[in-house]
């Protein structure tokens, strides 16, 4: 993200995974430093933002989006720079942006959010442009420009996520982001062959922040002819709840790829949303932690219905030193799909303190929400334009599902006290003994501080996560960015960080983690 750091940095770290098991762990091992006997570092002067990455490990490059800029590095040593494309807003669009009322520096720059690629080997790239998301193909930008609306983010701090299959159905785009300037207009849309996006209801999508997609092959040796998915993750505004203060809840939605909206009701819109709240549930929080990343574990040798979704969660606010912890949970593949296969819709209601409440009437058929599989087809509805209106009303006004989604053992794998989590990636490694585990490289960012600032009685009452003691009010407050990777491995069923490193000699927050099979990033 835009950073008002002077020299941002880029760091490729090599981090050994050879683990040496035969002896029970007893305790914690961590190791703090930084780690400038096998790290490479990249900054270029008067770069402020490196937002985006892709790896071609095809081609041994990492490429980099950054403020007016994509660089391509050698992914063995990113220190060294093997070529820049420049992409820079021209006066006149610096111009416009600022007559809207953005910063000419900060928001009028045109910021690569998007580095893709795509079937034929170019990349697919987009940019905030000014305020004006562009996109465009590359080996070298191409300067055919298309309309990036819908696709990429107005706004340069805006999360977003985006998805390109580019096997089965000829490069669509799946894309989370905001259609309109102000980034009220939220939607989950595919932008080709046929555009297909969310309706533009608080029950669809509530002020949400997009963690993640992904793509599930769930047609591959189906006996009920079922379609593949699109997952997505992401937190969102509660609408099932009416409390005093916004309450956020973590959430996954899923889609169908064969969707084409329907012939009136949802018209190019999707007929398959549906979402579901997906639980982390630490005991010492009050509110539910949000999700902040996620990363699809699969063994090549199951099905898709083994793989493992991991993923990290942060508390919502900042409640208190010895309340903030941040967590890890894993969660089946198995376990999300039966919950939008099988589980009870929630249906609004007018009512105080419940808005929501499970679905007890009659529910159409063909199932709402459900994919075009050979039942729907023996009943002669072979594609989603067929859908009959009852069941196209039904999931309009009921896409969110009754059953929250619950991790595997029914707790997190790992809890850690003050530290914020930011990403995660996943490998799996052969140890010394033969044995396969799984090791979690999790990315923090900020670490959580306790000061006094303030002695007056009166502010107890108004200051939001401050407590007092006698006349003194202590508050919560960011003391420092840790920009640390933890490694941890489950051993005898209990999960243990056995390295901690500080990636970078000025503590700086991990945007980004990616994993290589030539390195770790």
Not at 44 to 49: I, K, L, R, Y
Not at 67 to 94: F, G, H
Not at 421 to 438: C, K, L, N, P, S
Request: glycine share 4%; net charge negative.
């Amino acid at each position: 993200l835009p950073s008002c750091k002077p020299f941002p940095s880029l760091l490729l770290v090599s981090v050994l995974i050879h683990m040496i098991f035969g002896v029970v762990v007893e305790k914690l091992i961590v190791h703090i430093l930084f780690p400038e006997d096998n790290a490479h570092l990249f900054n270029e002067e008067g770069v402020f933002n490196y937002s985006t990455m892709l790896l071609r490990e095809d081609l041994d490059l990492l490429v980099v989006g950054a403020k007016e800029a994509i660089y391509a590095l050698d992914l063995n040593d990113i220190s060294k720079k093997l070529a820049s494309v420049k992409w820079e807003v021209t006066q006149q669009q610096k111009a416009e942006c600022q007559n809207k009322g953005k910063h000419p520096e900060m928001d009028c720059k045109n910021y690569i959010r998007i580095l893709h690629k795509t079937e034929d080997n170019r990349m697919y790239v987009c940019g905030t442009n000014a305020f004006n998301p562009q996109c465009d193909y590359m080996l070298t930008l191409e300067k055919k420009r298309e309309n990036g609306k819908g696709k990429c983010p107005y706004d340069p701090l805006q999360r977003y996520e985006i998805e390109i299959d580019g096997l089965i159905f000829k490069n669509d785009l799946y894309s989370a982001t905001s259609l309109n300037f102000l980034g009220s207009e939220p939607v989950l849309m595919r932008s080709s062959p046929v555009t297909i996006r969310t309706e533009f209801k608080s029950s669809w999508l509530n002020d949400p922040t997009f963690v993640s997609m992904t793509q599930m092959p769930e047609s591959e040796m189906s006996a009920e002819g079922d379609d593949d998915k699109v997952y997505l993750f992401f937190s969102e505004t509660a609408v099932e709840y009416d409390c005093y203060n916004k309450l956020v809840v973590s959430r996954v939605a899923r889609v169908c790829k064969g969707d084409l909206g329907g012939q009136r009701t949802l018209l190019k819109k999707w007929t398959s949303f549906l979402k579901a709240r997906i639980d982390c549930p630490v005991l010492e929080s009050e509110l539910p932690l949000i999700i902040q990343d996620t990363y699809r574990w699969c063994d090549s040798q199951q099905r898709w219905k083994d793989c493992l979704f991991y993923a990290v969660f942060t508390p919502q606010s900042y409640v208190g030193i010895n309340k903030h912890m941040s967590a890890v949970c894993a969660y089946r593949m198995s376990d999300i799909s039966k919950v939008f296969a099988e589980g009870n819709y929630l249906t609004p209601l007018e009512t105080f303190p419940v808005k929501w409440v499970t679905h007890s009437g009659e529910v159409p058929l063909p199932r709402p929400g459900a994919c075009i599989d050979n039942e729907a087809r023996k009943a002669g509805i072979t594609e989603t334009l067929d859908i009959p209106d009852k069941t196209l009303q039904f999931i309009k006004l009921r896409p969110l599902m009754d059953q929250a989604i619950q991790p595997i053992g029914g707790k997190p794998l790992l809890v850690r006290r003050g530290a914020t989590f930011t990403r995660i990636v996943v490998h799996q490694v052969q140890a010394a003994d033969g044995e396969m585990h799984r090791v979690m490289f999790i990315s923090t960012g900020e670490r959580l501080g306790l000061y006094q600032c303030s002695i007056l009685p009166l502010l107890v009452y108004t200051v939001y996560l401050c407590q007092h003691a006698i006349y003194h009010i202590f508050c919560v407050s960011v003391i420092k960015e840790e920009g640390t990777l933890l490694k941890a491995v489950n051993y005898d069923g209990e999960m243990f960080i056995i390295e901690e490193v500080q990636l970078f000699q000025a503590s700086e927050s991990i945007k980004i983690l990616k994993f290589s099979n030539v390195t770790v990033i």
